[in-house]
């Protein structure tokens, strides 16, 4: 057992850090560390510079046209691109819809849809939670009636993230009535320029765009846009949702966060002393650090037993759960630590969207903000309630 | 010992109630939000109502209320997410009765509790936090009155004020305990440039750049160099204020939460039926009783003589209210899961007031540290108490 | 509205410290002060005292024996009583079986059995849980056989708080079984010294014996030792239960646990500095004390309304709830504060039977003891899960 | 990068399971702990498998495991809430191993190695609390060696050991971080007086008093005046150790706590039917593994060179074995009701365990004040990081 690099890890590494830091355009970068909310040029220049790389569906095996890195070398490059303030890659096309398509696809869907996830010319999003269905997936009600050699849509989603961006989405809809509400689901990939559709945007509490409603009039969608068979999508989606909640521990992310909380709190002051060198606020970050170190190699892990070919699991709740809860703690903190700056709202700046002079210190404009947003992440992913429950029945057989 | 409520408050706790009903409901308060934050109409019918007198002496054109007679009316603000200020005019308002000459009050007091302006306490600065002497904004005496200079921050209310209290250091240094001064500044005063802009809880605020504000000899406030006092007084009455609106705020949140676990159906059964989530329900209206009652010991306390006991007990107070407005705040936005994220559902907009008062006057830790030096002070002062041994016995 | 007491109050304040300075024998403060666990003598001496004086069921109306007190009058002897370091008055006869008594019992029972509560000559105990009915109290199995003029009663109680010293028990029995468990319970009193009656101990986790198993042989009980009619013990059992929840926010004890928690951390030294003014333990001793003091407002707040003629209803669970973890918390801080000091069991000197040298300080001795101890208040008088399953119920209508 | 056991660490482990689950089920262990806590026989035991010399280098008779191989024995002691003073022997087996001259080695070593001779170290003392340099125990040169006078407490295993190594002073201020120095004391040295007694957790200790102890020269271990570092090196390993020790005892907890709500039956249905409890028992789950994660990451960081960077990463484990030890012992407890709170049940036995060990070697606000001094100090010494402003970009 050994924590430290291999050499051959530790050149990877290196790799990784030179290309970001010639290929990043500081624009970018400084978006990110200041934590503005992102448009989609943010993310396209960034992911297509990854593309042209080969790096963009980095977690792809090499058969597919990945890389075919290793669980440390993903790893690595996650927490790299973190500190070094990369874009978050958006997960919609090369963690969701490129491993269905790949795994479940038909040649010709493969050969259609791959490489433009790889490439990172085409957004897509995810059609999955409904108004009436939202921990309770399987009991969505969109239809697809089947009308030869397509079918008609009809139906609603709901918080669709970046609807408002996509080409294309993936979707759940049902296309038959059984017993179980799981039965008679179906995966249908929908291009969003489509007739038919329409795209709402709901604000979030914080004030920013990223979630949408979609509506679904008679859309039409060529049957060869479904994976696999037909009444058989809740097996694909659950072979997603697992994946996902791995990603969500996203320790690189949170680690940069609490890097930057310790920065804010060793430029504030009070009185004479530095933020970070008062007991309380000190105590705080101390303990929400340790135990994202306990995250960080509870993932680490995780990642080695999946390297060993075991399934991730229900483990794989646990560490949503504690992933969501830690990057939650450390946006309070930062927030916290802002004092009365918390109170300025500054959408344009928010948004990189103006050059007006910031109220209080540059740091203080997202700081409230960023606790705000992350409030949904314990919501999102499957709520954190609703691990619980998978983790109390999987795992625990309660 | 005696904890209800006379009959005078409990008509207060209707009206109150009632206007926050019929002329405050969430679509109401939205548009008043998107107006900039202020209804005129609403800030006469608070004058009508006398709230803008509840707690100046009846000498003074008010109605001699109490600190609880006032948390009656913040709860009622809290309950609404009220975005006039009221708080920070009362807050003014209280300066003025306790310090002011009787022109000044004339001047001032009068046509605040007529409704007719609006004032906002500049207290902050950028590098100050919640320390109430750490003051660099100084003020000269002139020949013909004052000369203020320096910079105010985040001053609540402010972008709609028509003038400010103003601390200015009139002698010692930075973090001097002694030294401040009030000083009563119109907005449009020559010299002053107000920055006003929108806060994230929609109260509205401002910063303040004072480069050389010439002021008349009756723009100061009480004595010269003596207002850490009254200031410290009036911002511990503003954190029981506070305190009171948490209450409401979190009340409402309960409310919400509640009608909602009733209402939603997940996996063909209401939310409310999981045990998990009814147990964090018990728990959030736990920590309602708790912030309910930490609200009063705060109004009770603003009776107390001796000023360190109410400040320990302000602190304590606003401590609880830290925790709970946090703890209701984060659980009432999760139990309605997305919905409770979005800008459309009144929960998020409770849950960011929350987050501002829990951060307002002084966070938890700040709190705690004030109680931690005032007990210090008091252990130096008092013959050490035995520890519970053997020995002692 | 005013929380300062009025000179009637202040008076009558007065009154209890002096009577308690002037009565309380100091070797049974001591004991107190040092959190020994009392033997039978102790307790009995002081509620001795007190019954000569009339203040033994302090609780009670003048029409029975009572003092008559006000709401805020109990208070404050409770209050004042734990500032003393008088022994807690145990709640078994006075706050228990003496109530439904004078509530419920016969002119002969009454005559027969307050006076002994009163001059607290005769200890009580209480037979309600079983080893199959933890929480779930109304599924008792006790069995009391109708035999004419007596009942043969054959069974099992268990967690008996001080059996061992009990003269009576009152003890809910099944007369019979109908459709709900909670039919067909009656409210026996038990004379324990009648043959077939067997008390074993149960051993605490920290080594004290408070607990016990009560088994039940062919006891033969008198009919006439029956409270009100049969099978409707249920109803005088539930009038208890809230009242006991009220008592068991015990806000004067807390309180005088907390004064001897930063007692034990301004004698510690950390380095050079009193534990006491240590940042970090100086918060956790804060934000307790912050907690209580919420506490004792809500408790007054009940006890305010009690004496406008209110029930305390599903409130007094919330109080139940947050006073026992407040409580809990306390013992853990004074547990913390002595260090290796924690570590170090001397029964004999927890006993207070022993005169052998204390290893660490005097205040060590039962600190961890003491939080040891203090686990099962969460659990006793309806575990706090079954007091949030009451208030989502009754409060809430969840 | 490799996180999983090598074959030989997964025989390890099924040896020691085997151990537990056959000769140390609670029963067992009970008959011990009255037995005055020390079974000779599984002593012998524990020499015969090698556990006695895993952490020692082979030529000094030891398997030249790691810190993860000794973590894995670990688990098992807190699995088997073993009594024996295992831990506090392989610790004084490392100050040993680290400073001793060869000679010293044969003398002490090998038969510690062999299971002859049980060892525990003294280095708290009364008024020392956590601070290892807080040592007023002073050991003077004389012509023929060393004398000693002082007193150390809570010695750990000190309740049966044969010889203790003794951290003395033997130039500096109580405090100083030099002038510490180790010495070989036999229990039965003249001038000693050893008070054996019970703890909370069984495990037994022991409080030194040496007035005037005299010892040979070779009673020395190591350089004269430089303890401290090995000595910070070896509680840094024991706090790895007890650790994984906690994973042990809080993974019995969740099975015994899994399988009760399993079986026990309330109002009709069993207890683990209750979704509230469900996710308090994921709860206690997810303590289990971060704790995992943690004993995992303190072992691993015990191969670092740089020692500021190895007590750091054992005191963020140490912060989370506290609060994760606190967490799955209390709601163990609580969960099993009544019966948690008995002597007759494990439960208990492991939460009393698991409460020691919370506060053993520093509780969690000693290690948060450590690392805080720690980074501190690399503040001091590298450039300040630029706070993630506009201006900074």
């Known amino acids: ?26 624009d970018i970068a400084g978006r990110v560390r200041r934590g503005e909310h992102l448009g989609k040029d943010d993310h396209m220049r960034w992911q297509q510079i990854l593309g042209r790389h080969g790096w963009h569906a980095f977690t792809w095996p090499q058969e597919h046209g990945g890389p075919g890195w290793s669980v440390v070398q993903r790893y690595l490059f996650e927490v790299i691109s973190a500190e070094m303030d990369c874009p978050i890659i958006q997960p919609f096309g090369p963690r969701m819809a490129g491993p269905v398509i790949y795994t479940f696809g038909t040649p010709e869907q493969k050969e259609r ?56 989405m993936f979707c759940l809809v049902r296309t038959a009535r059984e017993e179980r509400p799981q039965q008679g689901i179906s995966f249908l990939l929908i291009d969003m320029t489509s007739p038919g559709i329409t795209v709402k945007p709901i604000l979030m509490l914080e004030g920013t765009h990223s979630f949408n409603a979609v509506f679904f009039d008679n859309v039409r969608v060529p049957k060869n846009n479904r994976i696999g068979e037909e009444g058989r999508g809740w097996t694909y989606a659950k072979f997603l949702l697992e994946h996902e909640r791995v990603d969500n521990a996203a320790i690189g992310v949170t680690k940069q966060a609490l890097s930057q909380v310790k920065a804010i709190a060793a430029a504030e002051r009070d009185g004479d ?19 994202l170190m306990s995250l960080e190699m509870a993932a680490l892990r995780v990642l080695s037993q999946v390297a060993s070919g075991a399934s991730p699991g229900p483990v794989s709740s646990l560490l949503k759960i504690r992933g969501t809860e830690v990057a939650q703690r450390i946006s309070e903190l930062g927030m916290e630590a802002t004092a009365y700056y918390a109170l300025p709202y500054q959408p344009g700046l928010i948004a990189g969207q103006s050059n007006e002079e910031p ?37 625990l057989g309660l | 010992m005696d904890l209800e409520y006379s009959t005078e408050q409990s008509l207060l706790r209707d009206s109150v109630e009632r206007f926050v009903r019929d002329d405050y409901a969430f679509q109401a308060r939205q548009k008043i939000l998107a107006n900039g934050g202020f209804s005129a109409p609403h800030w006469t019918t608070f004058a009508e109502l006398g709230w803008l007198g509840i707690p100046f002496a009846e000498e003074d054109g008010g109605f001699g209320g109490s600190a609880v007679d006032l948390a009656v009316i913040m709860e009622g603000v809290g309950r609404g997410l009220v975005l006039e200020p009221f708080l920070p005019t009362i807050m003014a308002g209280g ?39 750490d003051c660099t904004t100084r003020a000269a005496a002139t020949g013909a009155g004052w000369r203020l200079e320096g910079r105010k921050c985040v001053v609540v209310g402010g972008k709609i004020a028509d003038a400010f209290i103003v601390v200015a250091r009139t002698s010692g240094d930075r973090r001097d305990r002694t030294g401040l001064s009030l000083f009563l500044v119109p907005a449009d005063a020559d010299g002053l440039t107000v920055r006003r802009y929108d806060t994230n809880d929609g109260q509205g605020a401002a910063d303040l750049e004072l480069a050389g504000v010439a002021l008349g000899p009756d723009a100061l406030l009480g004595p010269d160099g003596a207002a850490l006092d009254p200031l410290e007084r009036a911002v511990d009455g503003a954190t029981a204020a506070v305190a009171a609106e948490a209450v409401g705020a979190m009340a409402a949140l309960c409310d919400a939460t509640l009608a909602y676990l009733k209402v939603r159906k997940q996996f063909g059964k209401p939310l409310g039926s999981n045990q998990a989530l009814q147990h964090r329900m018990v728990d959030m209206v736990i920590a309602l009783e708790e912030a309910r009652s930490a609200a009063l010991a705060a109004s009770l306390s603003m009776t107390e003589d001796d000023a360190a006991a109410r400040s320990r007990a302000i602190s304590l ?10 703890k209701v705040g984060q659980e009432a936005v999760q139990l309605h899961g997305a919905m409770g994220v979005t800008d459309e559902l009144d929960v998020g907009h409770y849950f960011k007031r929350l987050t501002i ?16 030096a005032l007990d210090a002070a008091t252990r130096r002062s008092a013959p050490e108490q035995p520890a519970p041994g053997r020995t002692a016995a």
């Open chain 2, 95 to 133: 300066l003025i009765a306790a310090a002011a000459s009787s022109a000044q009050k004339q001047a001032w007091l009068t046509p605040l509790i007529a409704g007719e302006c609006k004032l906002a306490v500049a207290f902050a600065e950028p590098q100050s936090r919640y320390d109430l002497a």
């Open chain 1, 113 to 168: 849809f791959l490489p433009g996830i790889r490439q990172s010319t085409v957004w897509w999003c995810q059609g999955y939670s409904e108004p009436q269905s939202g921990s309770d997936l399987a009991s969505l009600a969109t239809r697809a009636d089947d009308a030869g050699d397509h079918y008609v849509v009809n139906g609603q989603k709901i918080w669709t993230s970046y609807a408002h961006h996509a080409d294309w």
């Open chain 1, 273 to 291: 002393t530095p933020l970070i060198d008062d007991p309380l606020f000190q105590a705080k970050l101390i303990a929400v650090e340790a135990q």
């Open chain 2, 317 to 326: 107070a606003k401590i609880e209210i830290g925790r709970t407005a946090t």
């Open chain 2, 357 to 372: 008062i829990a951060t307002s006057f002084g966070n938890a830790d700040w709190h705690i540290r004030r109680v931690a």
């Open chain 1, 1 to 26: 057992m050994e924590l430290k690099l291999s050499p051959a890890e530790q050149a990877f590494a290196a790799d990784v850090r030179t290309f970001i830091r010639d290929n990043l355009p500081p």
């Open chain 1, 359 to 395: 109220i209080g210190p540059d740091y203080a404009v997202t700081a409230a903000n960023n606790y705000f947003w992350r409030r949904c992440m314990s919501i999102y992913g499957g709520s954190n309630e609703i691990q619980r429950n998978i983790i109390a029945k999987a795992m």
